[in-house]
């Protein structure tokens, strides 16, 4: 089984300034895949990044980012250069029997 | 072009009653899903099917069954409703387990 925590209910941030959000995980499977997501007010749920247990670098996607650090199991998602449709939940989630984190509101302020 | 659908988007019945939220995805993937979301964001998983096979199906009352006709739809059916029912489900699929998951937009329930 595995598990997905994330310890930021909120987040504030300016606009054009980055942030980062926390992730930390707990699996004892050897092969995993953590994912973001994010879920605006309007309510879909959009993918943003994957992070393989096996990849040796971290992933990007544009403005997103993944600080995996594999010894504290974190999987944290940096955003650069913030916009204020950035503001949304964003949910961290583990590969085996999909496990959703509680997710972290993020608000751009201008 | 939708790629994962749902219908209804919302649905507000009365307890007691049965109720079915279709979803069908043409990406082409093998891999179907049906999550809750529940008034705090929490997004827990029901059911996966891989190429209409159950392979998870996580503790769920069994007045919820889903149905997987074909590679490409996922159906909730479920029975005898219940105030705590009312959630938003989310239909989703991915290209195989493992994978990215694409989401529908969502089915929102409200038990009266």
């Known amino acids: 089984a595995q598990k997905i925590t994330q310890t930021q209910p909120g987040m504030f941030v300016q606009e054009k300034e980055a942030v980062t959000l926390d992730c930390t995980y707990d699996t004892s499977d050897p092969s995993y895949g953590l994912f973001w997501y994010k879920q605006p007010s309007s309510g879909e749920m959009i993918f943003l990044i994957y992070?393989?247990?096996?990849?040796?670098q971290n992933a990007t996607e544009g403005r997103y980012s993944l600080n995996f650090q594999k010894a504290r199991k974190s999987a944290n998602l940096v955003i650069s250069a913030s916009q204020l449709g950035d503001s949304a939940m964003y949910f961290c989630?583990?590969?085996?029997?999909?496990?959703f984190g509680r997710g972290t509101s993020l608000i751009v302020h201008p | 072009d939708t790629a994962v659908s749902q219908t209804p988007k919302y649905l507000v019945t009365q307890m007691g009653n049965d109720k079915s939220i279709k979803c069908e995805q043409n990406l082409g993937h093998d891999t179907m899903y049906w999550y809750k979301q529940d008034s705090k964001k929490f997004l827990k998983i029901m059911f996966s099917y891989n190429n209409k096979e159950l392979i998870i199906n996580e503790t769920v009352p069994n007045r919820f069954s889903p149905k997987s006709p074909d590679k490409a739809h996922l159906n909730l059916h479920i029975n005898s409703l219940e105030l705590g029912d009312s959630a938003v489900y989310f239909c989703?699929?991915?290209?195989?387990?493992?994978?990215?998951?694409?989401f529908g937009p969502g089915t929102r329930l409200t038990v009266l």
């Open positions: 989703a699929s991915s290209r195989k387990t493992l994978h990215e998951q694409f």
């Open positions: 989630a583990g590969s085996y029997i999909p496990t």
């Open positions: 992070q393989g247990s096996y990849d040796q």
